[in-house]
């Protein structure tokens, strides 16, 4: 499988809550690395972390684009989820970047930023809905 199969795999598996299947898209001592959180360690963590996101807050996420360069792949993705205090539907933007071990993820870098002027993290101007990324 290609990196870049391999991803459009991980994410089809984040929206199952199955912490297992995500799992199964990680080396064991894999590091997802966040810009607002984290980080989370091991692929049991990375797994567990998304389940909760889908069980807790209804997480959704969406590849809106991948670059697939030598043994590593770049992400642009949106996440839908719910706030759980006033049942809000939201949305959040960002960008990751993979590196791969023995096919598989050994490395997340994630990227997203959100604050009260931007709390999606939407490209200020872009027309997301235009170019076919997700939108609420």
Do not use: C
């Amino acid at each position: 499988m290609s990196p870049a199969d391999h991803i459009r795999s991980y994410y089809a598996a984040l929206n199952t809550g199955d912490a297992e299947e995500v799992s199964r898209h990680f080396t064991d001592d894999a590091v997802h690395w966040y810009t607002r959180l984290g980080p989370h360690r091991g692929a049991k963590e990375i797994g567990d972390n998304a389940a909760w996101a889908v069980r807790e807050v209804e997480g959704q996420w969406h590849l809106e684009h991948l670059v697939e360069g030598d043994g590593e792949v770049a992400i642009e993705w949106s996440m839908t989820w719910r706030d759980p205090k006033s049942g809000d539907a939201r949305i959040n933007r960002g960008a990751e970047l993979f590196a791969f071990r023995d096919g598989l993820i050994s490395e997340v870098r994630a990227y997203h930023h959100g604050d009260r002027k931007n709390p999606e993290g939407n490209l200020l101007g872009f027309d997301h809905g235009a170019r076919g990324h997700t939108t609420l």
